[in-house]
Structure formats: structure tokens, C-alpha cells
């Protein structure tokens, strides 16, 4: 089966709103958060930040996030870095499912037993296939962790603070848990 893998709590198979909406093509709290040193207004007034001040500024945030909902398009950008990042022999074995709705957000913390991710108001679940390829090798493991750090990286760059939850999930069936949420 699938496993499930959260970015604060996978690639080009799909994602979707876990809430019913969105469901184009192709997993942490994604959150209003801090005001980064190094942000750059482009021609259109949105802000950009170098890559490597990006790498610099992106951490961890594990505190009470802000009731601000991420857009729709931020979240779709997020993803999209996901989506853009490499996977093992392009299988592209990782798929995403954006969670907004509020009960569900705070049933993943309970979950996780995370009780910050209850404040959060999106979380991105990263679900990674671990089935073999033609040549009996997954990478499962690298492709969502390639998406998961492009994911924490375009949340970063967008000025969202976020958090990877990976551990909590491998004890006590809780991907399992997760994944019957979902």
C-alpha cells in the first residue's frame, strides 16, 4: 500500500483538496508566519528571496501558527515545487493531498499528537507509493523526501513558516491512520 509522509502534519500522480475541491494534475503545516530578512520585490510587487537566503531562512517552526489562510495560489505553488522535484526513474511515485478543512487539520495533530498543527490552517500530506519498479527497486523514500524539501523551501520563499513530521508517523499505525483520514 501507500504510505503516507506529512510536511508539517506525493508526484505528478495528482493532488487534491482532501476536502473535495481541487483536483488537478499531480506534507506540514503550511501557515502565515515570519517576515524573512532578504525578501525582493519582482516587476509584478511580490516578494522573492535568493535561493540560498531561502536555504538560510527556512527552519523547522514548531510554535502556534497564524489564523491567516495560505491562498490558493500559494498553496498551488507550493505543490507545484513538489511536483518539480526529481524522483527515481521518473516513476513519480509520490502523490500530495492538501488538507484546509478544519477538523481535519486538527485530527492530524491528534494523530500526530502535534497539538500546534491543530492552529495550522492547510497541511500537505506527501503519500509515496513503495511498490517496485521494472527494475525491482523503489525510491519511494527519496521521492518524497525531494519533494518535501522543495515543498519546505517554496513555503519558505513565500514567507510561510512549516514543519516536516515524518517520525511521529512510524510508530503506532498513525500512517495508517492518516491515511484512512484522507
Known amino acids: 500500500g501507500k504510505m503516507p509522509a506529512m510536511t508539517a502534519l506525493g508526484a505528478r500522480l495528482g493532488y487534491r483538496w482532501s476536502d473535495g475541491g481541487l483536483r488537478p494534475a499531480r506534507r506540514r503545516p503550511i501557515m502565515e508566519g515570519i517576515a524573512w530578512p532578504g525578501w525582493r520585490a519582482n516587476e509584478g510587487g511580490k ?20 489564523d491567516q489562510p495560505a491562498s490558493e495560489a500559494d498553496l498551488r505553488r507550493i505543490v507545484q515545487a513538489g511536483l518539480d522535484a526529481p524522483s527515481g526513474m521518473n516513476r513519480q511515485t509520490t502523490e500530495f493531498v492538501i488538507v484546509t478543512d478544519r477538523a481535519r487539520v486538527q485530527a492530524l495533530a491528534g494523530i500526530v499528537l502535534r497539538e500546534s498543527i491543530a ?14 519498479g521494472p ?42 491512520k492518516v491515511a484512512l483520514l484522507l
Open 119 to 132: 492552529t495550522a490552517t492547510a497541511v500537505i500530506v506527501l503519500v509515496g507509493n513503495p511498490d517496485p
Open 47 to 66: 516578494r522573492n528571496m535568493d535561493f540560498f537566503d531561502v536555504v538560510k531562512a527556512r527552519y523547522s517552526y514548531r510554535g502556534e501558527f497564524k
Open 135 to 176: 527494475k525491482g527497486v523503489s525510491f519511494w523514500v527519496e521521492d518524497c523526501s525531494a519533494a518535501a524539501e522543495n515543498i519546505l523551501l517554496a513555503a519558505a520563499a513565500l514567507g510561510y513558516a512549516s514543519c516536516w513530521i515524518d517520525g511521529a508517523l512510524r510508530r503506532e499505525g498513525r500512517a495508517e
